[in-house]
């Protein structure tokens, strides 16, 4: 069975656009998170979505944004990119909503210039 | 804020060695734990979890102990391998949900 896949694996923007990344979960996994890992940092958490609604925010700015789609596919949006956005962006999923094991994806490396 | 956090950001050992990787945490209401093992260019991979009503559990050549007297965690690995460095994130859930909570990690560097 396929793992976690994040699309695309590597991105470059430039400061002021956006950005939309792209997770599919496991096949049955109903729960996808979202994370932001710093170079050297333990990743952060972004977003929750479970059954297509958001189940919990990290302390991230309105330019992030997300949605999961009915087949449970998730998207993360970010708009007005700052250089500070840098970072691999990691997508995982889980079985149902709550303190249950996370798999990750190999994540989204974006790079702002 | 409450966060988790980890002794030694490097650990090195020889082949063969047990290693030990140790975590704190500050959030006596969290109640869930996973450690997870993370390589270069790839997201984290899952080591083990446990729960709060247990003291210890135990994978194939990995053993997690939890002391909730002291907020503590370890990982332990047994007959560490090259395969095995990395760098090792525990990581804690503080409320319902997924939302976890990562440390800052620890390199584990295995020498033959």
């Known amino acids: 069975d396929a793992g976690v896949t994040q699309s695309p694996t590597h991105l470059i923007k430039t400061r002021g656009q956006h950005v939309t990344l792209r997770c599919s979960p496991i096949?049955?996994?109903?729960?996808v998170s979202w994370y932001q890992q710093v170079l050297g940092q333990g990743p952060q958490f972004i977003f929750q979505y479970y059954e297509k609604e958001e189940r919990g925010r990290g302390n991230f700015p309105d330019r992030f944004s997300a949605r999961q789609f009915p087949n449970y596919s998730s998207e993360l949006n970010v708009n007005a990119l700052l250089l500070g956005d840098s970072a691999l962006y990691l997508c995982?999923?889980?079985?149902?909503?709550?303190?249950?094991?996370?798999?990750f994806g190999s994540g989204t490396q974006l790079s702002v210039l | 804020g409450e966060s988790v956090g980890l002794h030694l950001p490097t650990l090195s050992v020889q082949e063969g060695d047990n290693s030990i990787i140790n975590c704190a945490y500050s959030?006596?209401?969290?109640?869930?734990f996973i450690w997870y093992k993370q390589e270069s260019g790839k997201g984290p991979q899952f080591i083990i979890d446990?729960?709060?009503?247990?003291d210890k559990r135990q994978g194939q050549r990995v053993t997690v102990l939890l002391n909730k007297t002291v907020k503590h965690l370890s990982l332990q690995i047994a007959a560490t391998q090259p395969g095995d460095s990395a760098v090792y994130f525990c990581a804690e859930t503080m409320e319902y949900g997924n939302k976890l909570v990562f440390g800052a990690g620890t390199i584990l560097r295995v020498k033959s």
């Open positions: 995982a999923s889980s079985l149902g909503g709550s303190k249950e094991k996370l798999f």
């Open positions: 446990i729960r709060s009503n247990m």
């Open positions: 959030n006596s209401a969290s109640d869930y």
């Open positions: 096949s049955g996994h109903k729960s």
